[in-house]
C-alpha cells in the first residue's frame, strides 16, 4: 500500500532534509538536477543526478544539495516490498540504480499517474498502488544478475509461488502447517524444505509477513478496528496482532496508521 507520495522542486543545498528514520519503505528518485544522501556517518554528500534509491524501514537518512542549485524529486513510500527487493536492500539498508533520461520521465509520469487515487482513493486505487511497486521494483533492480534457476530449484520456486497464493486466499481461516502442506500435496518437513531452499525462511515467517502486508493495507485503506483487522489477517486477536506488528516494526499499529511523515517545507525568504 502506498503510504506517502510527494514531487516537485527541492532547494536541498540551501535547506537540507535533517537525517531521520522513516517507517516504510522509501523510493527516492531525483529525476533532474542533483542531491545526495545524507546518513549519520555521512561527512560530505556525494551529489548526483537521475537516480533512484530504495531505502528500508528505519534506515536513518537525510538529503542535501549544493548551494542554490534545484532538483526535481519523486517520492514513494511503501508498507512492504517484494521479498527479492526487501533481501537485496535488508543488506546495507538502502540500493541505488542510475536512471536513463527515459526511465527518469517514467517515474515522473508514474508519481502524476498515483497523484489523484493517493488524495482521494476509489476500488482501483490498490491495484494502481501495487503495479506501481512492481514498477519501480523492476527498475531498481535492473542490471542486477541473477543466476538461471536449476530444473529442480524452478520447480521448487513454482510449489513455494503457489504455497504463497493458496495461505493468501485462505489466511483468515489460521490454517495450521499441516493444511497448507496437505493443500500443496507435500508433507510438513519437506514444505519446509522448500521454503528454506528458495526464500531461506520458513513457511511460518514468510506467511507472518504476508498476514502484516494484509494488515497494513487494512490500516492504511479503512477506518476498521484493530480485532476486525486481527481476524481478517488471521490472528488470533487484537493483542495477538499488536505482538506480532511490534516484534517486526518500531512502533503499534495504531501508531502505524497515525503516523505521518513530516512535510518538507521551505522557508520563504
Not at 507520495?5 to 537525517?19: D, S
Not at 508498507?79 to 533481501?87: F, Q, R
Not at 506467511?207 to 487494512?218: D, G, H, S, V, Y
Not at 486477536?237 to 518538507?264: G, I, M, Q
Request: glycine share 6%; hydrophobic share 40%.
Amino acid at each position: 500500500m502506498l503510504q506517502h507520495l510527494a514531487a516537485g522542486m527541492r532547494h536541498f543545498g540551501k535547506f537540507p532534509m535533517y537525517i531521520h528514520r522513516r517507517t516504510n519503505w522509501e523510493f527516492f528518485a531525483v529525476v533532474r538536477g542533483r542531491c545526495g544522501y545524507l546518513m549519520p556517518e555521512t561527512t560530505a554528500p556525494v551529489l548526483k543526478e537521475r537516480r533512484l534509491w530504495v531505502f528500508a524501514p528505519e534506515t536513518a537518512h537525510g538529503w542535501a544539495g549544493q548551494g542554490a542549485q534545484s532538483c526535481s524529486v519523486a517520492i514513494f513510500h511503501f508498507g512492504t516490498v517484494p521479498p527479492l527487493l526487501e533481501k537485496i536492500v535488508r543488506r546495507q539498508g538502502w540500493l541505488e540504480h542510475a536512471l536513463t533520461p527515459t526511465q527518469a520521465r517514467q517515474v515522473t509520469q508514474l508519481e502524476r499517474s498515483l497523484r489523484p487515487h493517493y488524495q482521494c482513493m476509489n476500488e482501483l486505487s490498490g491495484l494502481l498502488f501495487e503495479r506501481a511497486l512492481l514498477e519501480l521494483t523492476l527498475l531498481v533492480l535492473e542490471g542486477q544478475e541473477f543466476a538461471r534457476a536449476e530444473p529442480r530449484r524452478e520447480t521448487a520456486l513454482r510449489k513455494v509461488e503457489a504455497v504463497m497464493l493458496w495461505y493468501n486466499e485462505h489466511m483468515a481461516e489460521q490454517p495450521k502447517l499441516e493444511l497448507v502442506a496437505a493443500a500443496a500435496h507435500v508433507s510438513v518437513r519437506h514444505l519446509r524444505r522448500l521454503f528454506e531452499q528458495t526464500r531461506h525462511e520458513t513457511p511460518q515467517e514468510a506467511f507472518t509477513k504476508l498476514r502484516l502486508q494484509r494488515a497494513m493495507e487494512l490500516l492504511a485503506a479503512s477506518g476498521d478496528k484493530l480485532d476486525v483487522i486481527a481476524g481478517n489477517c488471521g490472528f488470533s486477536s487484537a493483542s495477538d496482532f499488536c505482538r506480532v506488528f511490534k516484534a517486526n516494526h518500531p512502533v503499534s499499529p495504531d501508531t502505524w496508521r497515525r503516523e505521518k511523515l513530516p512535510v518538507y517545507r521551505e522557508p520563504k525568504d
